[in-house]
């Protein structure tokens, strides 16, 4: 330990610690930073590996507590976003608005690129007859097996799934969430796509996924009720 970084010389240190032998009782924590050579070789003192299994211990209690502090973290942000949906959806009185409300609170909060719904109902004079697929319709077939299930998949589409959901941004789409919607009073599907490759993997957990389907399903089937939607 040189004088010039110290300010104290290494025999000014030892001298002091020669006349201070109790000053690691008052600074306990100093130890946790320490390395100190035991004079016997390889073998190591009780108190040696007491202290090792104390540092252990702390830096794993460390590593736990900053892990729950992250979870709390992810779990605050996701409420905000489901509370930004759900107020986005309550505050339509039209099938249009509640998907273009999606549409901005998905993107804004969610950062997604694309969202995509398809209702399974025959409705064609509907003003919003887009989002309505007929229940034998071809369109259905690259959704079925996602639909049986009743269980969101998520990756690359396919291009026909990508064509029928997002349409001439089908190219766009490297990633997408597929979520079935099968509620009594209404079937669908729920997609949001993204141009990154990573942004929706096969690994993402569905909890979430089905939270926000649930939300999304339970505003659009009280729409529907309502003239001109009841098809």
Do not use: W
Request: net charge negative; with cysteine.
């Amino acid at each position: 330990m040189s004088e010039k970084k110290t300010g104290l010389s290494t025999s000014q240190i030892e001298d002091y610690l020669q006349h201070h032998p109790d000053f690691f009782h008052e600074h306990l924590s100093l130890l946790e930073k320490m390395s100190v050579p035991h004079p016997s070789g390889t073998a190591i003192s009780l108190i040696s590996k007491q202290l090792e299994l104390f540092r252990s211990k702390h830096y794993e209690m460390e590593s736990q507590l900053n892990a729950l502090i992250e979870i709390a973290r992810d779990n605050d942000t996701s409420f905000i976003r489901m509370h930004k949906l759900t107020l986005a959806l309550l505050d339509t009185s039209t099938l249009e608005q509640a998907i273009a409300n999606l549409d901005n609170v998905l993107a804004d909060y969610f950062l997604t690129d694309f969202v995509a719904v398809r209702i399974i109902k025959s409705c064609p004079e509907s003003a919003a007859a887009h989002l309505f697929i007929e229940p034998g319709s071809e369109d259905l077939q690259p959704f079925l097996k996602v639909l049986a299930s009743n269980q969101p998949i998520c990756g690359r589409p396919t291009l026909r799934q990508a064509k029928i959901l997002f349409g001439d941004a089908a190219l766009e789409i490297k990633s997408c969430a597929i979520i079935p919607m099968n509620f009594t009073e209404l079937d669908g599907i729920l997609a949001i796509g993204s141009r990154e490759e990573d942004r929706f993997q096969y690994s993402m957990g569905n909890l979430f996924l089905n939270q926000m389907s649930e939300i999304i399903g339970t505003r659009l089937i009280s729409l529907l009720r309502q003239s001109p939607y009841a098809c």
